[in-house]
C-alpha cells in the first residue's frame, strides 16, 4: 500500500470540495481531511469492501469538518450537519442528482457516530473508522505503518491536536445537544495528544 496508489477523482465536484477546504480551513484542518480521505481510502482496501463511490467518499472526506469554520458554522446545527449541507451545495453546482447529494450529507454527518456499519452505508463507515484513526488514534495497527507514515509525512498533523480540540469545545459549550459534546466529554483532547500518529518518525 502506497500513497501514489491512491488517485484524486478527476471530477468538477472534487476539484471544488478541494478548493473550499483549503480556502476556509487552516493548514492543520486541511491535511486533516485530506488525511481522513487517504485512511478511508486504505481502510476500504483492508476491509475488502467494493463498490465504493469514491467522488463521494473524497467529498465527503474533504468537506467533513467545513461546518467548524466561522465562514459555514450554523448557530444551531452540529457541525457535521452544517457541513453536510455545505456538501448538499456544492454538490448541486456540480450537478449531481438529488439522491447523491442527499448521500453526501449522510456520511458527512455519520462521521461523527460512534460505529456505522459497513452494511448500513459503507461510505459513512469508512469516513468515521478514518476520523477515528486520525483524532482518537483508534486501530493504528490496522494499516501498514509505513503507510501510516508516508501519510502523515505528506501531510503533517502541524496544530491539529490544539486547534480541534479548540473548534470541537467551543462547538460543544453553545450546541450541548450534538455530538461535539460526547467527544469532548470522553476525552478528544487527551485522545488527541496521545494519538500514536502524532509520534510517527
Known amino acids: 500500500m502506497r500513497l501514489a496508489d491512491i488517485t484524486v477523482p478527476d471530477t468538477a465536484a472534487a476539484r471544488a470540495a478541494l478548493e473550499l477546504a483549503t480556502e476556509y480551513h487552516t493548514p492543520s484542518l486541511l491535511n486533516h481531511v485530506l488525511r481522513s480521505w487517504l485512511w478511508a481510502e486504505a481502510f476500504a482496501t483492508v476491509e475488502g469492501l467494493h463498490g465504493i463511490d469514491r467522488e463521494l467518499l473524497y467529498v465527503s472526506a474533504v468537506l467533513h469538518d467545513i461546518g467548524v469554520v466561522p465562514a459555514f458554522d450554523n448557530h444551531t446545527l452540529s457541525y457535521e450537519d452544517a457541513g453536510g449541507h455545505v456538501a448538499k451545495a456544492l454538490t448541486a453546482g456540480a450537478g449531481w442528482r438529488p439522491e447523491r447529494r442527499v448521500r453526501a450529507h449522510e456520511v458527512i454527518v455519520r462521521h461523527n457516530w460512534p460505529q456505522v456499519d459497513p452494511a448500513f452505508d459503507q461510505e459513512g463507515h469508512l469516513l468515521e473508522v478514518a476520523t477515528a484513526l486520525d483524532i482518537s488514534g483508534v486501530r493504528p495497527d490496522i494499516l501498514p505503518r509505513e503507510f501510516l507514515r508516508e501519510v502523515v509525512a505528506a501531510h503533517p498533523r502541524l496544530d491539529l491536536a490544539a486547534e480541534f480540540t479548540a473548534c470541537v469545545t467551543d ?8 455530538a461535539a459534546h460526547r467527544i469532548v466529554e470522553r476525552g478528544v483532547a487527551e ?5 500514536p500518529l502524532e509520534s510517527l518518525g
Open 171 to 178: 462547538q460543544a459549550m453553545r450546541k450541548p445537544t450534538t
Open 191 to 195: 485522545k488527541l495528544r496521545r494519538n
